[in-house]
């Protein structure tokens, strides 16, 4: 009975979260918003100009993954509340969409992994399989 109550009064005592882990909560969201609204704010005129898509088909495509990653935030409190907890599960998110954003950026940087340029004058060359699916790993993820 004396062990019991020692581990209830250590278990009550130690502190979970507060202001050590806000700055790292706070600022992650910040750079999170900033980031993409600053790719979703261009996403559609480079999805037209660069990958050489439809407009209706980059129109959807935007949508469809800012739709997508809308709903993120219900899986992420699932994990954190039934396995990882709070800490944890933004730890392995922010990483997982910073991945995401550099794969995003090296998809726009590379050659091989967007078409060929065009002139206005000619019918542009649309990304192929592997272009797009590169694309779309990086949308997902970010």
Known sequence: M?????DNHVHATREKGGLLTMPFIFANEIC????????NANMVSYLTSQIHMP??????T???F?????????????????????????TIASI??????????????LPQLRPPPCDHSQVCQEADGGQL?????SLASY
Request: hydrophobic fraction near 50%; glycine fraction near 10%.
């Open 62 to 64: 935007d949508t469809n």
């Open 96 to 109: 997982i969409h910073t991945v995401g954003m550099i794969s995003l950026t090296v998809t726009a940087v």
């Open 133 to 137: 699916a590169i694309l779309y790993i």
């Open 32 to 39: 999170e918003k900033l980031a993409v609204v600053g790719f």
């Open 2 to 6: 004396e062990k019991m109550e020692k």
């Open 66 to 90: 800012g739709g997508t990653a809308s709903l993120t935030p219900l899986l992420g409190a699932f994990i954190a509340d039934a396995y990882a907890g709070r800490f944890w599960t933004i």
């Open 55 to 60: 407009l209706t088909q980059a129109a959807n």
